[in-house]
């Protein structure tokens, strides 16, 4: 079976993030980079299947992203990943979701796969959108989200469970399937520093958008960032006070409403 | 030569060959094991061995010791009286008397005649130890272990027996002189005037007992009491350097498929002599804290077991020619993974060790295996290995956020002095722990106010690596260890200040591994110095009554005992006490080794125990001076309910006596 | 470029979930500053019934695809379903909730549609001919404004709670039933069943919503409080390690660096000091808020509201404010 499981490099989700001066991104120094978290999950789902699948299946990273994402494909390879194809044009420094979605859903094609495994989105813009890009690119079904995954018995179709408000959604999909991991769907494994020394080793295909078969970046649709804006809360903790206790409790329900929106 | 004296010749040299034999086989099995060099300085080893060979000093540290030193002793000297006769059968008319004159045999004759009079006593006590008393430290759950001390001490009872008799023979006889026989002369009133044949009966006792020595011979390699071989070199060999240090791994090789020790042949021959050189005397499970909380480790248990391995395994191993034979795995069969991971490393088994075995770094490598080559280890410390790699610090804190603690402190930073005398070393619970936090800015409030010319890493220190070290994660530890090298190296200053006993530990003894040696001072150590050089006053509390806890890297491994003491003492209104377990025999907080960031689920928790022990005793307030020792004190005062005691670093105490003038 | 809107109600047991009137307030926005009309649409079993309680909002239309293919959510068939709609009447501006079903059936229908896509936001304006979204990034620590570039049908989901909903009025609009054109073949991943969590509480590691005590809550029955509020936002019950070690509340529930790593969008932390281990596992929580006695725990420092006090006094009164809010 060919495995393929996405990564993404982000900033770590402790890294401090902070705007530029020039107001027009995050500074990048004393930023951690590492992959995403969900998208560890991904790996591991991967890897289980490899395992249990046994014979020559085979899980391949694709990873779009700059040189620098080579870091976080190798953490992928110790892992236990068998190759892994890095596509890096300058071209796609901060490319539309959807054309980042084009640009994998070629790769993939072009390297056959039975199924795909993913995180359910990248911690750093969050928006989810790339794996629905691909699902619909190559044509397949998508399952996002899932908290379990096994194959059916005769191993023609996907079970997956999703976490949906009050309970566990069961999905039945056929494959080729594009799956989201979310957390609990498994504990990403400790690379061994065996596996460390073997992902020295292991290939990286380097692909341009030019060896991919694109003429030129694939258009969509984007949105255009207008403005960075810091969180207005300083950090501080607001101290609900009042004489009376239910007074102050009822200051807190409201500011838990109004202010935080949570309610 | 009498037939008599034939035979015993050939059977002496038979015994001698087998024996050789046997030593042969001994040493190749230690051979099985990795070369390991750095056994110089042959006048501290011969000084070492005479200090705890012949004097017993760490045998006599405890009462019970008494007894080993005189069956020791006595048996020195029945042998020479053994090797008396022996020659007397040989070659006519030897004896001492004719070779070193009345006199000094006539010593000989007495010490020997009084030293196994008590020894007999001492083993009626090891007897009665065993069955009656059991104390902790005999406690063993293998019976056949138990029962092979009954018989060797049972063989030297009646060897001694056989030497009164064969002495009160002599004395019968006339060729003993009685007077330098007192006990032997008693025993002479059993044969005296009896019609039996003396000489024949001198005889039978004679062979009796000569061949129970060549049967110890031979029975000696295959028992515990391999001790009587493998104790002396192993005393000589022994670790002169600093306690519990360990090996530089080399990750050089990238084609290993293996790292850490899985099988015997992992481990060095020293450390497989060490397996030799255990008496089971049980002094380490006494101390352990992971066995007296009813964890499933036991260090003389666990040395016990890997000596019957290497014993099943040195048949297979020595016939196979080469490497190419599959050793089998220590783990689980041998030693579970429950015991490797309830070690705190404190080092209270190795302090305690007559033979000087050394046990953490065992565990040690075989973490070092399961963690980096099966990645393997309890689920709890992944996410102290990932937020090492990713922030640097245990607690997935971000590692930007390090100097959060100093913000409006006004604290000299090293990238900002570049040369400066101290360079705090502010460490993991400095930097993100609360209470950490708390120590961080006493301490540095009484640097600035002592005008001590000191400086902070800031976002720029990293972890030190010793917890990772010690959980077996070397690759991690070493990645660390190299980075924070790199960046002290940029800065120019003389010494390193920290109030981490792990961090000073790791400073002072491993960072050498890597290429850098600088001093590292405690800072129980550098405030004991400022208050003495009137840099810092003593300052003066409302009356406070508390004991100081020592911690294992500090009091232990670093032997800093009195100096926090001192200065607890020079301030005013405080009245130390002391708890029962302390200096260098104190115990563990139970958060060396990496315990700090594991759950403890089996037995007893070992802060509660020591909890239990301060209450028990009423000592009052807690004086720590270990960031780690300080939380597990909090943690178990807290799970027994105690509000009115407080658990206070000597950084924070000073402050507060300044505070309170 | 198109100027209508489409509001998409999403269905739910088949009842029409709240966020669809913050949906149309929304629609609104945009309306209000860049002309055309407002439809919705709803798929799925009970559309047609469910329509009638969202006629009196001030929608031109609203279109319902009732179909037995289409009776239960599946992504390949709402989002046929749903852009075959967009395709044929020429939408500009297509809201959703940003709920697990927005957020699984947007993408894919702007992928179909080949739209652009806003994720997530939580505030929306019209300004200068172009629609203006704010929405958080990197995980709420910063948020961005952003607007398309190009001719495309935006899409955009919604944070629930963000927008006050839409007000009752207007005239009463017609609702028509819509073909959708999806066939069998075209829906390949389908859920077969839901099954109720056990135990009625979502596991700790995921809900949204978390009330934790510590060892302040002195008793294991005591833990019934945190629950009754738990309940209210179908969150889980948590604990702090004292808590679990003095056996107020079982293993699994421990938060913390040696128990679970949690980061819901709501956390109350109930009589926990904030040891260093308790906030490794939680500190991420999107909302932190602290009930503690004493005002100089550690909590304090990481959480975003504080309330100094008794627990067994506060916990109950805020279940009952908390309530009224809800209702």
């Known amino acids: 079976m060919k495995i393929i499981v996405l990564l993404k490099r982000v900033p770590d989700t402790e890294a401090k993030i902070l705007i530029n001066q020039e107001g027009t991104g995050i500074r990048k120094d004393g930023v951690k980079f590492v992959i995403n978290t969900y998208d560890e999950y991904g790996i591991e789902e991967g890897l289980k299947l490899k395992e249990k699948l046994g014979g020559d299946s085979k899980v391949t990273v694709f990873c779009l992203g700059p040189e620098e994402s080579t870091e976080v494909i190798r953490t992928a390879l110790a892992m236990g990943a068998d190759d892994a194809v890095h596509i890096c044009d300058p071209a796609l420094e901060s490319p539309a979701p959807f054309t980042t979605s084009a640009v994998l859903a070629k790769a993939i094609k072009d390297e056959g796969f039975d199924i795909i495994f993913c995180g359910k989105q990248g911690i750093d813009d969050d928006t989810a959108q790339v794996q629905g890009g691909i699902a619909e690119a190559l044509g397949i079904p998508q399952v996002n989200i899932a908290s379990s995954f096994e194959l059916s018995e005769d191993g023609s179709r996907a079970l997956i469970g999703r976490r949906i408000e009050g309970g566990n959604e069961k999905i039945e999909s056929a494959l080729p399937v594009i799956v989201t991991c979310d957390k609990g769907i498994n504990e990403p494994r400790y690379a061994s520093l065996p596996g460390i020394m073997k992902a020295k080793k292991k290939e990286i295909r380097t692909r341009t958008l030019a060896d991919l078969g694109f003429d030129e970046m694939p258009a969509a649709g984007r949105s255009k960032i207008l403005k960075w804006l810091p969180l207005p809360k300083g950090g501080e903790c607001r101290m609900v006070e009042a004489e009376e206790v239910s007074d102050a409790v009822k200051e807190l329900a409201r500011l838990l409403r109004e202010e935080a929106k949570i309610i | 030569m009498t037939v008599e004296g034939i035979v015993l010749v050939v059977l002496f040299a038979a015994t001698l060959v087998v024996f050789g034999f046997v030593v042969r086989m001994l040493i190749r099995t230690l051979l099985l094991g990795k070369p390991q060099g750095g056994f110089g300085d042959p006048l501290r080893r011969f000084w070492s061995v005479i200090v705890h060979v012949a004097g017993q000093a760490r045998v006599l540290s405890q009462p019970a010791g008494l007894g080993h030193f005189l069956i020791f002793w006595g048996f020195i000297f029945i042998t020479l009286g053994t090797i008396e006769h022996m020659l007397g059968m040989i070659i006519p008319g030897f004896s001492y008397t004719a070779i070193f004159g009345s006199a000094v045999a006539g010593w000989i004759s007495l010490l020997q005649d009084l030293l196994a009079l008590l020894v007999l006593f001492a083993i009626i006590y090891s007897l009665y130890r065993r069955f009656i008393i059991r104390p902790v430290r005999l406690k063993i759950d293998d019976p056949a272990a138990r029962n092979e001390a009954v018989f060797i001490l049972s063989l030297i009872f009646i060897l001694i027996l056989l030497m009164y008799c064969i002495k009160a023979i002599g004395i019968v006889e006339g060729t003993i002189d009685e007077s330098y026989a007192p006990v032997s002369r008693i025993v002479s009133g059993l044969f005296e005037g009896r019609d039996i044949d003396l000489g024949l009966m001198e005889s039978v006792f004679a062979w009796i007992h000569h061949l129970i020595i060549f049967f110890f011979l031979l029975y000696v390699p295959f028992s515990k009491h391999i001790h009587i071989l493998g104790a002396i070199p192993n005393i000589y060999l022994r670790n002169l350097g600093p306690m519990g240090t360990l090996s530089r791994m080399d990750f050089e090789d990238e084609t290993a498929d293996k790292f850490g020790n899985s099988e015997l042949r992992d481990f060095t021959w020293k450390q497989l002599l060490d397996l030799y050189a255990c008496t089971e005397c049980g002094r380490c499970q006494a101390a352990c804290p992971a066995f007296l909380t009813d964890k499933p480790l036991s260090p003389f248990r666990m040395i016990h077991r890997m000596r019957g391995h290497l014993t099943d395994e040195r048949k297979r191993l020595l016939n196979s020619a080469g490497d190419d034979i599959e050793g089998t795995p220590i783990i689980p069969e041998t030693v579970t993974e429950d015991e490797i991971w309830a070690c705190t490393t404190c080092g209270a088994c190795m302090q305690e060790c007559p033979p000087f075995i050394e046990h953490v770094q065992k565990i040690v490598d075989l973490r070092r295996y399961l963690v980096m080559t099966e990645s393997r280890f309890p689920s709890e410390m992944q996410p102290v290995f990932k937020n090492m790699e990713v922030n640097y610090n245990p607690w997935s804190m971000g590692y930007s956020t390090r100097a959060d603690w100093a913000e409006g402190l006004d604290i000299p930073l090293a990238s900002e002095k570049k040369e400066f005398d101290v360079l705090f070393w502010v460490g993991c619970s400095g930097s993100f722990d609360a209470r950490g936090q708390n120590i961080s800015r006493a301490l540095s409030s009484l640097l600035k106010k002592a005008e001590v010319d000191f400086a902070i890493l800031g976002t720029e220190e990293i972890c030190c690596g010793e917890t990772a070290r010690r959980m077996g994660n070397e690759y991690l530890a070493q990645t660390l260890i190299e980075a924070n090298i790199e960046t002290m190296k940029k800065y120019s200053f003389n010494r390193i200040l920290t109030f981490c006993p792990h961090g000073l530990n790791t400073f002072r003894v491993e960072y050498p591994q890597f290429g850098f040696e600088r001093p590292v001072i405690h800072h129980s150590e550098f405030l004991l110095e400022l208050v003495r050089e009137g840099r810092l006053p003593a300052g003066a509390v409302e009356i406070k009554k508390g004991a100081y806890h020592d911690s294992c890297y500090l009091g232990r491994y670093n032997d800093i005992i009195d100096q926090p003491r001192e200065l607890i003492k020079m301030i005013d209104g405080v009245s130390l006490s002391e708890f029962g377990r302390h200096g260098k025999r104190s115990f563990c907080c139970g958060a060396g080794g990496g315990r700090m960031w594991m759950e403890e689920d089996i037995g007893k928790r070992i802060n509660e125990e020591r909890v239990d022990e301060s209450l028990e005793l009423g000592v009052g307030d807690i004086f720590t001076a270990c960031p780690f020792c300080l939380t597990m004190f909090e943690d178990g005062l807290k799970s027994r309910n105690i509000e009115n005691i407080k658990v206070l670093d000597i950084a924070e105490l000073m402050v507060e006596a300044y505070s309170a003038e | ?327």
């Open chain 3, 1 to 327: 470029m198109a100027k209508d809107v489409l509001v998409f109600g999403e269905l739910r047991g088949g009842k029409v979930k709240k966020v669809i009137k913050e949906l149309i307030a929304a629609g609104k926005i945009i309306t209000d500053g860049n002309g055309g009309s407002i439809d919705a649409v709803l798929i799925g079993s009970g559309a047609e019934k469910e329509a009638e309680k969202i006629k009196s909002l001030g929608l031109r239309k609203i279109a319902v695809i009732d179909e037995e293919i289409l009776a239960n959510y599946s992504t390949e068939g709402y989002a046929g379903a749903l852009a075959g709609m967009i395709k044929e009447e020429g939408f500009g501006y297509i809201l959703l909730g940003a709920t697990a079903m927005g957020r699984d059936l947007g993408p894919r229908t702007a992928a179909k549609a080949d739209g652009v896509m806003f994720s997530d936001c939580v505030e929306l304006r019209f300004e200068e001919g172009k629609l203006i979204a704010r929405r958080p990034v990197y995980s709420g620590k910063l948020s961005i404004e952003i607007a398309a570039e190009g001719d495309y049908p935006v899409f955009v989901t919604i944070r629930p709670n963000n927008i006050s909903p839409a007000e009752t009025g207007g005239d009463s609009t017609e609702i028509v039933s819509r073909p959708s054109g999806v066939t069998q073949e075209m829906i390949r991943a389908i859920a077969k069943e839901i099954v109720p969590l056990a135990g009625g509480r979502p596991d700790v590691s995921e809900a949204d919503v978390i009330i934790s005590g510590g060892r302040a809550m002195k008793d294991a029955a005591n833990f019934k409080i945190l629950e009754d509020l738990a309940d209210l936002f179908g969150g889980a019950v948590g604990a702090s390690r004292a808590a679990v070690d003095a056996r107020f509340a079982e293993q699994p529930l421990q938060v913390g660096q040696t128990g679970k790593v949690v980061n819901p969008k709501l956390y109350i932390a109930c009589g926990i000091s904030g040891a260093i281990q308790h906030l490794a596992g939680m500190r991420t929580s999107k909302v932190i808020v602290a009930i503690n006695k004493d005002p100089n725990a550690p909590i304090f420092e990481k959480a975003h509201y504080g309330i100094v006090g008794d627990l067994f006094e506060i916990v109950p009164i805020l279940t009952e404010e908390i309530k009224k809010l809800l209702n």
